[in-house]
């Protein structure tokens, strides 16, 4: 079986695939645009058909640059919990315990020292995205 990330690269998923288009009222506000940008296509003339249009192309850009920077947006989050649950101060702690080592108490968690295992989530991070 493929990783997620293979799957997402080959685009065998779809992430703008959220069946918003299927809604009703998405469909009903969608042709009420069309149908008013057909009417004012067909009857305005001139220089006021040529700003129209200008207008329309405008928004188009805007609203694809503002989508795309929710989406990076949106990634960037994930990201940015990934990092926080994954954080080796933190990482497996229960705010108790948490609260109690940023005080300096020696309290540790209830797992044994012998008992504890390295994993990818109980290293330190470091890197460029240390920072975020």
């Given amino acids: 079986m493929k990783s997620f ?3 997402l ?4 998923i779809d992430p ?9 009222s998405v469909q009903r506000t969608l042709r009420t645009i069309s149908e ?3 009417w004012l296509t067909e009857h305005l003339t001139g220089e006021e058909k ?5 207008f329309a192309d405008a928004w188009t850009a805007y609203n694809g640059d503002a989508t795309l920077d929710g989406f990076i947006t949106g ?7 990934v990092l926080d649950i994954c954080n080796p101060n933190r990482c497996g702690m229960s705010p108790l315990h948490r609260s109690a ?3 300096g108490s020696p ?19 470091t890197g460029w995205w240390s920072g975020w």
């Fill in 5 to 7: 990330i293979e799957e």
């Fill in 9 to 12: 690269y080959y685009g065998n």
């Fill in 16 to 24: 703008q695939n959220s069946g918003f288009e299927d809604d009703e």
């Fill in 36 to 38: 008013n940008e057909d």
């Fill in 50 to 54: 040529k700003r129209f249009l200008d």
């Fill in 75 to 81: 990634f960037r989050l994930g990201a940015r919990f």
């Fill in 101 to 103: 080592r940023e005080r």
């Fill in 107 to 125: 309290a540790e968690p209830s797992i044994g020292t012998a008992d504890r295992r390295r994993t990818w989530f109980s290293m330190p991070v």
